[in-house]
């Protein structure tokens, strides 16, 4: 008789795709939602219409070598590691985030933003160079822990740096005297103000967009084709890629660690049992607000305006009127400022 030989698995980590486009209501945060509208709406919430999350070519061998499970969910995406199977702090973790719904950039936040290619041949090398600007570094060694936002009482941990004190352009995010404020044009004084900082998400923001730093044998005249911020493409990573996520095993943070001391997926005791205690990480994207303009279908004048730029959502409605309808959603005027005009 052949031998059994079976695998416990624990969870190791799982990251959340949060879009507030789809979690919201109206003008109502999805974190300030009723317990349990909060969680009717996880429920109903699937990324994989918009998002795709894979691990890169390295990562696959990585997670292969270590036995670990993989599989993508309607939140994310989760691995789960082998019992007694030890993961080194120092081990690296890289997924990309696509985009295959084009919709999404109509009701996202900072989608403004060019993510151009740049092939840049250097001679001497023999080599190009490739690089896509504005593409989000996300990382558990810089995220964010926002403990007012959560049901467990426990916080959330955010992929996302903390915000920036100073604005940069439409759409950006900045906090003043601790509240979060965003701009809704290219005006310096045209600021949306969202609240406490503490209360709310981190969404993912112009800070997490790396300072690129041309190759030193680059020429003076190679640099300057070289993209400020964004992301140098090595071969195992898309030309189609809208976020990169890094999770490092690490040892010395316990909420942000993926392991235990042992090098171990984290478990804890309660009542007497062992059970998972792995990190959840969360990147939240943030929907765009819009001034909206309610226009006569019959005559094409301006109906009404509403006074303040308001959030673009699935379920509510945070106007007085009609929403935009979603391929309605963006018109960009004078200074960048972004409006949907509504047809009633």
């Known amino acids: 008789m052949s031998e059994q030989v079976r695998n416990r698995y624990r969870p190791l980590f799982e990251i959340r795709l949060l879009h507030h486009y789809w979690l919201d209501e109206g003008g ?27 691990p890169t ?4 061998k990585t997670l292969n070598g270590f036995g670990c ?6 939140l994310g995406c989760i691995a789960a590691l082998p019992d007694k199977v030890t993961v080194p702090a120092e081990t690296m973790f890289e997924f990309v985030v696509t985009v295959h719904d084009p919709n999404l950039f109509n009701y996202t936040a900072l989608t403004l933003r060019p993510q151009t290619i ?24 810089t995220g964010t822990l926002r403990e007012n936002i959560g049901l467990d009482g426990k916080g959330t941990l955010f992929l996302s740096q903390e915000f920036l004190d100073s604005p940069d352009g439409v759409e950006s995010f900045f906090t003043e005297n601790g509240v979060l404020k965003q701009m809704v044009s290219d005006q310096q004084d045209d600021v949306q103000e969202l609240g406490d900082k503490a209360d709310n ?11 690129i730093t041309p190759p030193p044998t680059f020429s003076e005249e190679l640099k300057k084709q070289v993209p400020k911020r964004g992301k140098q493409l090595p071969e195992d990573l898309p030309v189609d890629i809208f976020t990169l996520i890094r999770l490092q095993a690490r040892l010395d943070n316990e909420q942000f660690s993926l392991v235990n001391k042992n090098g171990q ?35 094409g004048a301006l109906s009404s305006v509403e006074s303040n730029p308001l959030p673009l959502t699935y379920y509510g409605n945070a106007g007085s009127k009609q929403k935009p309808a979603i391929g309605q959603y963006l018109k960009i005027e004078e200074g ?4 949907s005009e509504i047809f009633i």
């Open 265 to 299: 997926a984290k478990e804890k005791e309660k009542n007497g049992k062992l059970e998972p205690d792995n990190s959840v990480f969360h990147v939240r994207f943030k929907n765009r607000s819009t001034l909206w303009k309610y226009i006569n279908k019959k005559t």
């Open 69 to 74: 499970i993989y599989k993508t969910t309607a």
């Open 118 to 141: 740049h092939e840049i041949y250097h001679e001497d090398a023999k080599k190009t160079y490739r690089y896509r600007e504005n593409v989000p570094v996300l990382s558990n060694q």
């Open 201 to 211: 998400p981190v969404y993912v923001h112009q800070g997490d967009v790396p300072v």
């Open 28 to 54: 109502t945060l999805f974190d300030s939602l009723p317990k349990d509208q909060h969680k009717k709406r996880l429920r109903s919430y699937d990324c994989r219409r918009f998002f795709v999350i894979e």
């Open 57 to 60: 070519a390295s990562t696959v």
């Open 336 to 339: 960048n400022k972004l409006v």
